[in-house]
T-cell receptor, first 117, second 110 residues
Framework: ETGVTQTPRHLVMGMTNKKSLKCEQH?????MYWYKQSAKKPLELMFV???????ENNSVPSRFSPECPNSSHLFLHLHTLQPEDSALYLC????????????????FGQGTRLTVV | QKEVEQDPGPLSVPEGAIVSLNCTYS??????FMWYRQYSRKGPELLMY????GNKEDGRFTAQVDKSSKYISLFIRDSQPSDSATYLC??????????FGTGTRLQVFP
């Protein structure tokens, strides 16, 4: 158990549905991230939050909408997704946001396996 | 050219073998190098990290960085079936981005 909990573990949704992914960290970290992991592709950074403020949106389509109500919780709201959005969505947290000056270990949750039908 | 290249495998070895996992990269600004291990149906977990060039050893695991060749390696000695997982290299430099490889799937059979 890494201290980062994601729910649900599995989600199947239709293209017209609206659903949300939830992430909770119990580590007292200041930065939280959403990553997308597709087969045979590198982890793709989607969003970065630092102290509850979105600091990066990595050219993610607007059908993905993040929300960070406090430093312990992160949501990813999904609507009108496409089949190619099917992937493992990983939440991660770190003590502080990566700044290139010091190594900051990222702790990952177990992910939500999303299937869009 | 991808910033980080990693052979996806799968790599299948017998128990007790020495395993060598590798990544190459193109960005000379990278200075932090990490290896994550990801078991099936789990999120990645940090296994080792090194700063700049050199070696780092932790039990059966040794991480090597050769910045002149832009090449990093992870060696696993006396491999065990419990080492079967996907190994992801990751690196960062003077930005706030952590760049991952595609991961190498390793299977250690008894």
């Amino acid at each position: 158990e890494t201290g980062v909990t994601q729910t649900p573990r599995h989600l199947v949704m239709g293209m017209t549905n609206k659903k949300s992914l939830k992430c909770e960290q119990h580590l007292g970290h200041n930065a939280m991230y959403w990553y997308k992991q597709s087969a045979k592709k590198p982890l793709e950074l989607m969003f970065v939050y630092s102290l509850e403020e979105r600091v990066e949106n990595n050219s993610v389509p607007s059908r993905f909408s993040p929300e960070c109500p406090n430093s312990s919780h992160l949501f990813l709201h999904l609507h009108t997704l496409q089949p190619e959005d099917s992937a493992l969505y990983l939440c991660a947290s770190s003590q502080d946001r990566f700044d290139g000056l010091m190594n900051t270990e990222a702790f990952f949750g177990q992910g939500t396996r999303l299937t869009v039908v | 050219q991808k910033e980080v290249e990693q052979d996806p495998g799968p790599l299948s070895v017998p128990e007790g073998a020495i395993v060598s996992l590798n990544c190459t990269y193109s960005n000379s600004a990278f200075q932090y190098f990490m290896w994550y291990r990801q078991y099936s149906r789990k999120g990645p977990e940090l296994l080792m990290y090194t700063y700049s060039s050199g070696n780092k050893e932790d039990g059966r695991f040794t991480a090597q960085v050769d910045k002149s060749s832009k090449y990093i390696s992870l060696f696993i000695r006396d491999s065990q079936p419990s080492d079967s997982a996907t190994y992801l290299c990751a690196m960062s430099g003077h930005t706030d981005k952590l760049i991952f490889g595609t991961g190498t799937r390793l299977q250690v059979f008894p």
